[in-house]
């Protein structure tokens, strides 16, 4: 079987024409790993797309395989001139207005290893089947989609070059199909020869710490465990949902338990505390609900949704690209 | 102090009747400023001239009067029962300012028991921690924008 797809790769080579792709898993598995392998430049555009309206968010991009990335941000207007340089798993956000650089800290070995488990349960939840090729800034490109096993709707379409492997266009639709987020990569050049000076962090500029996000964890029992006071988790999530990750972060010296839920594509984040600090939404357009007869709040952030209740001194937000509806039926099974 | 202090804060200067901070603006801008202290020099003689006048005019009373006065009052005369005690208290001018102080009272402590200095948390961490942990999903870029470009605030919430 795989001599016969060798030849019939290989005459196709022969005969001009663009070779079969390999199933649809595999070429998802391929493009999730190509920007360590491809260098190249472009100008990316992404669009989140909420109930009421949409942002838009233009960049530059210049990557170094296998892991230098910059990025400088076209629009919108606030973000012009800015720039964010990813060196590993360290990430500089320059912030050219406020003459400062804030550093974030990742962990590069601890995210491939989540990437490959959550490409598992990607594909336990998701069928990928082969679209007719399309054009992209001019690039043949592989198209697939992703659809849920559960429902069969189409969540993501994803545009991968046929050559390289990289994935230049991305769409992701909502449980009614409506399109949420676009990703699309155009002007794209791919390069050996992008300066390393390029990802060099400006000097004179006021350096310092970005948020902790704590020690992210795959073993979300142990995080559980370790948040120091009795957690809790949902007793309802929507099909293919499991816990992915966690950490236990201090915030203003308040211990916060976050666990994060996916299905491969869509995520939903789950923050506690138990020191009666609240969620502070006066810097958006917060609108009252219940959760399960709690007094609650909700704001809208493009396609995603930030639901936050109380429940005596226990405080709860969750955070994610479902529906409001789905949120406050999580959020109701949290509750004892 | 960039400005010229008034008149009214020279005054109140002149008496040590200025706020610390202020006070203490006033003197540095007094030690730099020649008009200025000019201003304070002739507000400070008048007052040393006033208080003398009036130190000058202090006359002691003869000594029979003090005695006499003291005298006249009876202690059993000045000691009301206490039903005239409480009815002086139960006068509406005494009643309301002391039921108002105590509603302002019992609404604050009520207040400060269920709004005692809460720790709040900008939704915008939340939002960003959600991006960042998503990163390892499958075609999940994370943080499009990092809110550290949005945002003063420090990662310990100082600004």
């Given at each position: 079987?795989?001599?016969?797809?060798?030849?019939?790769?290989?005459?196709?080579?022969?005969?001009?024409?663009?070779?079969?792709?390999?199933?649809?898993?595999?070429?998802?598995?391929?493009?999730?790993?190509?920007?360590?392998?491809?260098?190249?430049?472009?100008?990316?555009?992404?669009?989140?797309?909420?109930?009421?309206?949409?942002?838009?968010?233009?960049?530059?991009?210049?990557?170094?395989?296998?892991?230098?990335?910059?990025?400088?941000?076209?629009?919108?207007?606030?973000?012009?001139?800015?720039?964010?340089?990813?060196?590993?798993?360290?990430?500089?956000?320059?912030?050219?207005?406020?003459?400062?650089?804030?550093?974030?800290?990742?962990?590069?070995?601890?995210?491939?290893?989540?990437?490959?488990?959550?490409?598992?349960?990607?594909?336990?939840?998701?069928?990928?089947?082969?679209?007719?090729?399309?054009?992209?800034?001019?690039?043949?490109?592989?198209?697939?989609?992703?659809?849920?096993?559960?429902?069969?709707?189409?969540?993501?379409?994803?545009?991968?070059?046929?050559?390289?492997?990289?994935?230049?266009?991305?769409?992701?639709?909502?449980?009614?199909?409506?399109?949420?987020?676009?990703?699309?990569?155009?002007?794209?050049?791919?390069?050996?020869?992008?300066?390393?000076?390029?990802?060099?962090?400006?000097?004179?500029?006021?350096?310092?710490?970005?948020?902790?996000?704590?020690?992210?964890?795959?073993?979300?029992?142990?995080?559980?465990?370790?948040?120091?006071?009795?957690?809790?988790?949902?007793?309802?999530?929507?099909?293919?949902?499991?816990?992915?990750?966690?950490?236990?972060?201090?915030?203003?010296?308040?211990?916060?338990?976050?666990?994060?839920?996916?299905?491969?594509?869509?995520?939903?984040?789950?923050?506690?505390?138990?020191?009666?600090?609240?969620?502070?939404?006066?810097?958006?357009?917060?609108?009252?609900?219940?959760?399960?007869?709690?007094?609650?709040?909700?704001?809208?952030?493009?396609?995603?949704?930030?639901?936050?209740?109380?429940?005596?001194?226990?405080?709860?937000?969750?955070?994610?690209?479902?529906?409001?509806?789905?949120?406050?039926?999580?959020?109701?099974?949290?509750?004892? | 102090?960039?400005?010229?202090?008034?008149?009214?804060?020279?005054?109140?200067?002149?008496?040590?009747?200025?706020?610390?901070?202020?006070?203490?603006?006033?003197?540095?801008?007094?030690?730099?400023?020649?008009?200025?202290?000019?201003?304070?020099?002739?507000?400070?003689?008048?007052?040393?001239?006033?208080?003398?006048?009036?130190?000058?005019?202090?006359?002691?009373?003869?000594?029979?009067?003090?005695?006499?006065?003291?005298?006249?009052?009876?202690?059993?005369?000045?000691?009301?029962?206490?039903?005239?005690?409480?009815?002086?208290w139960l006068r509406p001018a005494v009643a309301i300012p002391v039921a108002a102080a105590v509603l302002i009272a019992a609404f604050a402590g009520y207040d400060s028991a269920t709004h005692?200095?809460?720790?709040?948390?900008?939704?915008?961490?939340?939002?960003?921690?959600?991006?960042?942990?998503?990163?390892?999903?499958?075609?999940?870029?994370?943080?499009?924008?990092?809110?550290?470009?949005?945002?003063?605030?420090?990662?310990?919430?100082?600004?």
């Amino acid at each position: 079987m795989a001599r016969n797809s060798g030849l019939a790769f290989f005459a196709a080579i022969l005969l001009g024409a663009t070779p079969a792709p390999p199933p649809a898993a595999d070429l998802l598995r391929e493009a999730m790993t190509a920007p360590q392998r491809v260098s190249y430049v472009g100008e990316v555009q992404v669009l989140s797309i909420g109930p009421q309206h949409a942002d838009a968010t233009i960049y530059r991009v210049e990557h170094r395989a296998p892991d230098l990335t910059r990025r400088w941000y076209m629009a919108p207007q606030d973000l012009y001139g800015d720039s964010v340089v990813s060196r590993g798993s360290t990430t500089y956000s320059i912030d050219v207005k406020r003459q400062r650089v804030v550093v974030s800290q990742g962990e590069d070995a601890d995210e491939e290893i989540a990437a490959r488990g959550n490409f598992d349960i990607l594909m336990n939840n998701y069928n990928a089947v082969y679209a007719p090729d399309e054009n992209v800034s001019g690039r043949i490109v592989h198209v697939v989609l992703l659809n849920n096993k559960y429902t069969g709707q189409t969540t993501m379409r994803v545009h991968i070059d046929a050559r390289t492997n990289l994935v230049l266009e991305r769409q992701q639709y909502a449980t009614n199909g409506s399109l949420i987020a676009q990703t699309r990569v155009e002007q794209i050049r791919y390069t050996n020869s992008i300066p390393a000076a390029l990802f060099q962090i400006p000097s004179g500029m006021q350096r310092v710490e970005g948020a902790a996000h704590g020690q992210e964890s795959t073993d979300v029992e142990q995080v559980i465990s370790s948040a120091g006071f009795d957690a809790r988790v949902p007793k309802y999530l929507p099909e293919g949902f499991s816990p992915i990750a966690g950490d236990v972060v201090s915030i203003k010296n308040v211990p916060t338990l976050h666990l994060i839920y996916s299905d491969g594509i869509r995520t939903v984040s789950l923050f506690q505390n138990e020191k009666d600090a609240a969620v502070d939404l006066s810097h958006y357009h917060a609108i009252s609900t219940t959760v399960a007869d709690h007094p609650a709040h909700y704001v809208e952030d493009g396609p995603t949704v930030l639901l936050a209740w109380a429940d005596g001194n226990r405080h709860f937000a969750l955070v994610g690209e479902l529906s409001l509806a789905e949120l406050e039926k999580i959020g109701a099974s949290v509750l004892p | 102090m960039k400005s010229h202090p008034s008149p009214e804060q020279l005054i109140d200067y002149s008496h040590g009747e200025l706020a610390p901070g202020e006070d203490a603006a006033v003197l540095l801008h007094l030690e730099g400023c020649v008009p200025c202290r000019a201003r304070y020099d002739e507000e400070a003689s008048l007052s040393e001239a006033l208080r003398n006048f009036a130190h000058a005019s202090e006359c002691e009373l003869p000594a029979g009067v003090r005695a006499s006065i003291f005298s006249a009052v009876d202690p059993s005369r000045v000691q009301p029962g206490w039903t005239a005690r409480l009815a002086a208290w139960l006068r509406p001018a005494v009643a309301i300012p002391v039921a108002a102080a105590v509603l302002i009272a019992a609404f604050a402590g009520y207040d400060s028991a269920t709004h005692r200095s809460r720790t709040m948390i900008d939704a915008a961490y939340y939002l960003d921690d959600h991006a960042a942990l998503t990163s390892a999903v499958p075609f999940n870029e994370g943080n499009i924008v990092p809110t550290a470009l949005f945002t003063t605030e420090n990662a310990d919430g100082t600004q």
